[in-house]
């Protein structure tokens, strides 16, 4: 598939870096805010989602209060489990979810990434939305410590100033607040590189927004605009929707063929089809 972007809307999390040792440190956060007797088996539960080995696993939706994972397409619920793996008949499913869902950030998460895995985990276990935020402040801040050191990608910033240089714009889209992005922007030496920083995105609820906003901003149209995230729910779908072009980072190979224009695991797979919009 050829690429023509005049627009890249990166990422930030899990796109621009590939560390995961921080999301231990999260899990310890969220499990010590947990009565003593839940912790053990919290611990146990989320090495085992993390691994893949649990009904709770990355690609699947959240349901807080009914405490059921779910399987949907296009916010459709096809399939739906109780936490110990008992799968609901069709007739339940239905009834349980006659309408599409409506996905958000507190009663009905979306497992995209490796966020929210020990965070469900500790929801299911009765931790309040309020302490799992705190756990992740906990974690933003320490992530901005000289303690939590990240690995570059091999030849990404060069070839971040190699396309701004033929002319390609560049834009970080993150829901992540300004203070620590930055600071993980300058640990990978990218904080000159983006033309437009959106911080606070509120993907995917104002994804669409977003986009809007910026073909505005650099006068192009949405089949203009590449978007390149490692969360399919807030970055590939939403774009799709609006015509734009694709790169998802799946390393939990959680998606298809179909999902994006490209699938890669990891943001190195994807620097040959970078440099191609240039060549
Ligand atoms: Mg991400």
């Not at 209060?65 to 096809?78: E, N």
């Not at 190699?162 to 714009?169: A, I, Q, S």
């Not at 729910?233 to 998802?248: D, F, V, Y």
Request: charged residues 25%.
């Amino acid at each position: 598939m050829k690429l023509l972007p005049k627009v890249i809307v990166f990422d930030l999390d899990g796109t621009l870096y590939e560390d995961i040792h921080h999301f231990n440190f999260y899990a310890e956060r969220l499990r010590d805010k947990l009565p003593l007797q839940k912790q053990e088996i919290f611990w146990k539960e989320y090495k085992l989602a993390e691994q893949g080995e649990h009904t709770l696993r990355i690609g699947r939706v959240y349901d807080v209060a009914k405490d059921l994972l779910l399987v949907q397409q296009d916010r459709i619920v096809k399939e739906a489990f109780k936490w110990d793996g008992t799968a609901l008949s069709q007739e339940e499913v239905n009834q349980l979810y006659p309408e599409q869902i409506t996905i958000d950030l507190e009663s009905m998460l979306s497992i995209g990434d490796l966020w929210w895995v020990p965070a469900c985990v500790a929801f299911h276990h009765g931790l309040s939305g309020k302490s799992g935020h705190r756990s992740f402040l906990e974690t933003r801040e320490f992530m901005m410590t000289p303690e939590f050191k990240m690995n570059k990608i091999t030849n990404f910033k060069e070839m971040l100033q190699d396309l701004r240089e033929h002319g390609v714009k560049l834009v970080l889209l993150t829901n992540s607040p300004e203070p620590d992005s930055e600071v993980i922007l300058t640990k990978l030496e990218l904080q000159t590189v983006f033309h437009k920083k959106i911080f606070n995105g509120k993907k995917p609820t104002l994804t669409s927004n977003r986009f809007e906003e910026i073909a505005l901003t650099f006068n192009v149209n949405y089949n203009e605009i590449l978007s390149v995230g490692d969360n399919w729910i807030n970055e590939i779908l939403p774009a799709q929707k609006l015509g734009c072009s694709t790169i998802l980072i799946d390393p939990h190979h959680i998606s298809t063929d179909e999902s994006a224009d490209i699938v890669v695991e990891t943001m190195t797979q994807a620097i040959p089809f970078f440099k191609k919009i240039i060549e």
